[in-house]
């Protein structure tokens, strides 16, 4: 039995379950930093737990009296994480060493710590922002060069599990096929299917009573539709990079690369070192910045302390000069749009035009920013290995590109590296009290938990910053939401809109912040956001970290209590 009460002026919550009326206010069962009085956002909702269902004609409902077989074979975890990337991987840390009494595991689909980095093998794959704040705070990153290729990435992952005992928690081969939310019993029902190589499938079932989407943006089965006119009548080899072809030889070939986003712009200089020559076709430029992929020396202050201060300097020094110079170029002016000209003409080559190539036409960080490690891309063009096209393809023919302009672009090899198709939760089906979720129709509490969804924490990282900073900011969060449910004795939690409530959709696009076509094509599935709280985009690293660490968790929430 559940009765949701109106939160009164003062903070007092009157609930009533079977046993009479019951009076609990604020007062017993708050934690005073956090449960404050006059707080018109605080709701707890009482749920009694029967024995047995009702139907609703107030009948025993048979099949609950029969004996659950199954039940033993369900394994009750507290915390499950699902995904072993980076996200994953972070929040299982801190599940780890600030909640030591909850139980916990973390399932993962395929057979390898990594998630992006064990997926993803197109030639040349690394990171577009700095490992030093793309690494864990935990562990920070040790090697030289701040950009690194995605086997480093991934072994670095693979060495911070093993070194803290994480890998032990770990499922791997376990994909989540449908996860369920019971509020008679409080729990998630989560159904895995095991698939170890060479064996047939097997479903097991888990109950959780937190659950932590550590799965990312993007669909890993299945690539972002690609719309070119005449792709089918090519005669070529068309890779996607998403699923890249491992017995793909592109030596001595002639490739045409589509696309102009972070995923091309690493692609082409890669492919250029033995390709015959490489072209970047793109139907408008993005703003491309080099950056020296070494470390620099540090001062005699620094080598003084011990190694593990030192990268911790090297990490908050990076974090620091990365937060000033995304506030710089993020405005919208002529001064930062000027600056990014005259960096990236100083390293053209003289037959390749800034204008129309280099010359975006959104506003600075609008979509995301393009690095090029030590400049490689434009040393591809200055050793004319790499060549640009830019204006709208016509049509794809048997042996390569022809452009509106008419201009031809012969090619053996197309590669579409037009985006990804963007899905949260992976490949599951998510229900509520038997009905089916949907994303895109909630709007993201703090940009962690979703509008209705009880007991359940997306991890999104930041696009104008590494990934990771964000993860990090929703672990601390979701660790501080758990506490607390446990210190006021309460089951579960869970975002709520109050019908008198008028929020608007912010102006921002999408919860990316970011204007990329993959993005604005996918803004109904994923979950909408305002400009106002607690239902505001995050992005600033330091604002959001101490909000996690001090910010309210009732505005905006809804507790629920069981009695028995």
């Not at 409902?61 to 199954?70: D, F, I, V, Y």
């Not at 002016?333 to 000027?338: I, L, P, R, V």
């Not at 899905?423 to 938990?449: A, Q, S, T, V």
Request: proline share 5%; aromatic share 10%.
């Amino acid at each position: 039995m559940a009765v949701q009460t109106e939160p009164t002026t003062n903070g007092d919550v009157v609930v009533v379950g079977k046993k009479g009326e019951i009076g609990i206010t604020l007062e017993e069962t708050k934690d005073e930093s956090e449960l404050q009085p006059g707080n018109e956002n605080t709701e707890i909702t009482i749920v009694e737990k029967p024995a047995y269902e009702i139907d609703g004609d107030g009948n025993i409902r048979q099949e609950a009296l029969a004996p659950k077989s199954k039940e033993a074979d369900i394994e009750e975890l507290d915390v499950i994480i699902v995904g072993a990337g980076i996200s994953g991987i972070n929040m299982g840390y801190r599940t780890q060493t600030m909640l030591k009494n909850k139980s916990f595991t973390i399932l993962e689909r395929r057979g390898r710590i990594g998630g992006t980095w064990d997926l993803m093998k197109y030639p040349g794959i690394r990171s577009d922002s700095d490992l030093y704040t793309f690494g864990f705070a935990w562990r920070p990153w040790k090697y030289a060069q701040p950009i690194a290729k995605g086997e480093l990435i991934q072994q670095y992952m693979i060495e911070c599990a093993q070194e803290t005992g994480l890998d032990s928690h770990i499922r791997f081969h376990h994909r989540l096929v449908s996860a369920a939310w019971r509020s008679r019993e409080q729990r998630w029902t989560l159904t895995t299917e095991i698939t170890a190589p060479n064996t047939a499938a097997i479903t097991k079932t888990f109950r959780t009573q937190f659950l932590v989407l550590g799965t990312g943006y993007y669909d890993h089965d299945k690539p972002l539709a690609t719309v070119i006119p005449g792709l089918e009548s090519f005669k070529g080899i068309i890779a996607h990079p998403q699923f890249w072809p491992q017995d793909l030889n592109y030596a001595n070939k002639n490739i045409a690369v589509i696309g102009s986003g972070a995923t091309a712009v690493t692609l082409t200089p890669a492919l250029a070192e033995t390709a015959a020559h490489v072209t970047m076709v793109q139907r408008s430029p993005s703003y491309i910045v080099s950056l020296p992929n070494r470390g620099t020396a540090k001062p005699w202050w620094i080598r003084i302390w011990p190694i593990e201060w030192q990268r911790q300097i090297v990490r908050w020094r990076y974090l620091f000069m990365g937060f000033v110079y995304r506030r710089f170029l993020s405005k919208d002016s002529d001064t930062t749009k000027k600056f990014l000209a005259r960096i990236t003409q100083a390293q053209l080559p003289e037959h390749i035009p800034y204008d129309p190539h280099f010359k975006p036409k959104y506003a600075p960080w609008a979509q995301r920013m393009c690095l090029t490690p030590n400049g490689d891309f434009f040393k591809g063009l200055r050793d004319k290995k790499v060549s640009m096209c830019t204006g709208a393809i016509e049509s794809v023919v048997e042996d390569g590109i022809v452009m509106q302009d008419g201009t031809k672009i012969d090619a053996d090899i197309i590669v579409t590296a037009t985006g990804l198709h963007m899905k949260y939760g992976g490949n599951c089906h998510f229900d509520i009290d038997g009905e089916e979720f949907r994303f895109g129709e909630k709007y993201l509490w703090r940009g962690i938990m979703v509008q209705d969804m009880p007991n359940a924490a997306l991890v999104l990282g930041y696009t104008k910053a590494s990934w990771t900073l964000g993860a990090d900011a929703t672990a601390s969060l979701v660790v501080r939401m758990i506490k607390h449910l446990d210190r006021n004795g309460l089951d579960s939690a869970t975002p709520r809109m109050a019908k008198k409530d008028v929020v608007r959709i912010t102006s921002a696009p999408g919860v990316m912040g970011l204007t990329s076509t993959y993005i604005l094509r996918a803004l109904h599935r994923l979950p909408k956001t305002s400009d106002q709280k607690p239902w505001k985009a995050r992005g600033n690293y330091l604002e959001d970290n101490w909000d996690a660490q001090y910010g309210s968790l009732t505005t905006g929430m809804q507790f629920t209590k069981s009695v028995t």
